[in-house]
């Protein structure tokens, strides 16, 4: 969101090594010896510094400079060993604590933030505002409200309908109908706050302009204010003014534009004509053969407000752009149940997710430190398309999704559907742990020479299908894992796998794996039942030419010492 610079800061010759990982990465500019340092020179230019050394160095080189938390940087500290990242500064309005978990996602290794609420997974007013890239009106408002969210209470949201859009708004925000009873205004409106309110403001509003030859910057600069205030809109609002490129020059429009640090768009003739509408008439259409100045020029952007406005000589139409919003679907595996199964990038995505989707066990599973601040939605066994469905129209929405996924995602997960489904919405794949991996310590070494997994489930895969992978596992000599012995006609499906498999003669049953309450048995194959198993359970069919050793299974690779064992 910001055109500013980031630099990263190694005090030493020790944080090198750190320093290097995250600079190419981030897109930053590394500063060492004296230059990491020397910080006011860069101070005003600079989106963020990340210091790799102690916080004490930077906050005394800092110190000085500091004058307002909505325009300083971002201060980042991360120890010489890169152990663990700190958001310092800036948490929320510069920007700090995303960077802080981008810098920690590289570096793989955990990001503290200090603040309540970011220890607790919540948005505060002011996060919210940095990551939409709106502007956040009465920052004094921000202790009180980011206490109520602490405190497990919801703050009201007024949306204006000129927005015309459904919003993402994070846990702990619910749409309010009235400005004067809200917690947080939604608006391009001028209000009189309380102290305990906060607005922000989406900058999506476009100014044309028209005017005679000569017109000063002053004269711009008042017609926008004049126009603006009849309106009621905030100067915060607006994102460019645009003007024809005829008049461009001759008038005081640039300096206008770099007086409100906005970009300036000179729009040709062709451009002007090329937008669709009825517009006021107008002089332009006699002097330019044009249909107007100001109103196409600001509705080429979005949907006019309403009709121009006329300051002593210049004419102001405001049009606004509808918002849009990125977001994105995540399918995470979660691993076989306890979260010590987590992948360090599960948890990160988890992290950063503002809402979850799942099958309610696989929620429930998770530390609650990761569902925290999260809106999540649970479904039951059975619902796996409507639950793709759900995340993905979320993510549609602007939501960054999280879709739980026990286990692994692709195996036997909701990856395939949810690819299948995706359309346009950017989807990430985050591997997880499966329950044939959690099994392995309790069987030894059971599929060094490779394994076939295989779902027992015939309500996706027609049975018939389940039966010729159970052949071709079987014929392969290779691990077995049979997943998801559903009721619907096992003692039959278990009579096909003692069929087919009559040559391994033991199988084992690993239930609950992963978890505290795991167990391990094994019987004889011709003695499996349905009464031995549940869906919980996992069966193992160990590979021709395994032995068992005590309680452990052990393959053989074909290593020299197996070898000689063996003879």
Known sequence: MSDKALF??????????????????????????????????????????????????LIRLAAPLLRDKGSDPALIVIPEDGAFV???????????????????????????????????????????????????????????????LVDGERLSCFIDSRLNADLPLPWGYHPG????????????????????QCQLVPPLVTAGLGC?????????????????????????????????GERADDCGFASAAAALRLPFQRLSKEDIASVE?????????????????????AARYGRLLAPRIKVDGVTVAFAAERPTFQGGLAIVGTGPGDSRFLTGEAEMVLQESDVLVGYKPYLDRLPNRLREGKIVHSFSMGEEERRVRVALALAGKGYAVALISGGDPVLFGMAGLALNLAGEIPVRLVPGLSAFQAAAPLLGAPYTNGLSCISLSDYLQPWPDVVRALKGAATGGLAVALYNPVRRGLAEKLAEVRRLFADRQIVFLVKNAGRKDESL???????????????????????????LGGTQLVDRRGYDAERREGA
Request: contains cysteine; aromatic residues 4%.
């Open 521 to 547: 048995r094994s019987l004889p194959l011709p003695e499996l039942t349905e009464n031995d198993v549940d869906m919980t359970t996992l069966l193992f069919l160990p590979p021709l030419g395994a032995r």
């Open 86 to 148: 700190l958001p310092l500064l800036g948490s929320h309005l510069a920007g700090g604590l995303d960077l802080a978990r981008r810098c920690a996602a590289i570096l793989g290794v955990p990001c503290h933030g200090t603040t309540a609420t970011d220890r607790r997974g919540l948005t505060a007013p002011d996060l919210f505002a940095r990551r939409m890239g709106w502007t956040l009106i009465g920052r004094e408002a921000l202790p009180y409200l980011s206490g109520r």
């Open 277 to 297: 509408g009825i517009f006021s008439p107008s002089a332009a259409s006699r002097h330019l053969g044009l249909p107007g100045v100001a109103e196409p020029c």
């Open 8 to 57: 990263v800061l190694p005090f030493s010759s020790r944080g090198l090594d750190v320093a290097s990982a995250l600079a190419a990465p981030l897109g930053a500019t590394l500063l060492s010896g004296k230059e990491a340092t020397s910080i006011e020179d860069r101070w005003d230019e600079a989106e963020a510094f990340i210091a790799i050394g102690a916080a004490a160095i």
């Open 212 to 244: 005679r030859p000569g017109t000063t910057e002053g004269q711009i600069l008042e017609a926008l204010s004049e126009g603006a205030r009849r309106l009621g809109l905030r100067r915060e609002s607006l994102c460019r003014i645009a003007t024809i």
């Open 177 to 196: 109908e009235v400005p004067e009873k809200a917690d947080v205004l939604i608006s391009w409106g001028e209000f009189h706050l309380n102290p305990n």
